[in-house]
């Protein structure tokens, strides 16, 4: 089984700085690709940033210069830097994994489309 489990949301001040971190549990052989979504109140959930496995990055034209994705291919996890935060940034942010090679009992399988359970940022002005 996979799981994705987030840490790092707060509040936080403009011009403030948070990092948040996911880690995909489960015995895992691989993942294609990760990345971070975000939901404001009354807004469709949008892509903030995604990263693959051989570290090609992706970003939001909102974010780009701000946050930074990176990601642990050994350990399994993935964190979203983010800097210089402003109160459009506040959000539920939702960790996101896809193409994940996993052992399940005597064998490898492979899933897709796996969400971690969010975590909210507050920017206060």
Same mark, same amino acid.
């Given at each position: 089984?996979? $799981?994705?489990? +987030?840490?790092? &949301?707060?509040?936080?001040?403009?011009? &403030?700085?948070?990092?948040? =971190?996911?880690?995909?549990? &489960?015995?895992?052989?691989?993942?294609?690709?990760?990345? !971070?979504?975000? $939901?404001?109140?009354?807004?469709?959930? +949008?892509?903030?940033?995604?990263?693959?496995?051989?570290?090609?990055?992706?970003? =939001?034209?909102?974010?780009?210069?701000?946050?930074?994705?990176?990601?642990?291919?050994?350990?399994?996890?993935?964190?979203? $830097?983010?800097?210089?935060?402003?109160? +459009?940034?506040?959000?539920?942010?939702?960790?996101? =994994?896809? =193409?994940?090679?996993?052992?399940? &009992?005597?064998?490898?399988?492979?899933?897709?489309?796996? !969400?971690? $359970?969010?975590?909210?940022?507050?920017?206060?002005?």
């Amino acid at each position: 089984q996979v $799981q994705l489990v +987030e840490s790092g &949301g707060g509040l936080v001040q403009a011009g &403030g700085s948070l990092r948040l =971190a996911c880690a995909v549990s &489960g015995t895992i052989f691989s993942i294609d690709v990760t990345g !971070w979504y975000r $939901q404001a109140p009354g807004k469709q959930r +949008e892509l903030v940033a995604t990263i693959t496995s051989d570290g090609s990055t992706n970003y =939001a034209d909102s974010v780009k210069g701000r946050f930074t994705i990176s990601r642990d291919n050994a350990k399994n996890t993935v964190s979203l $830097q983010m800097n210089s935060l402003k109160p +459009e940034d506040t959000a539920v942010y939702y960790c996101t =994994a896809d =193409a994940i090679t996993y052992k399940y &009992g005597p064998k490898f399988v492979r899933g897709y489309d796996y !969400w971690g $359970q969010g975590t909210q940022v507050t920017v206060s002005s």
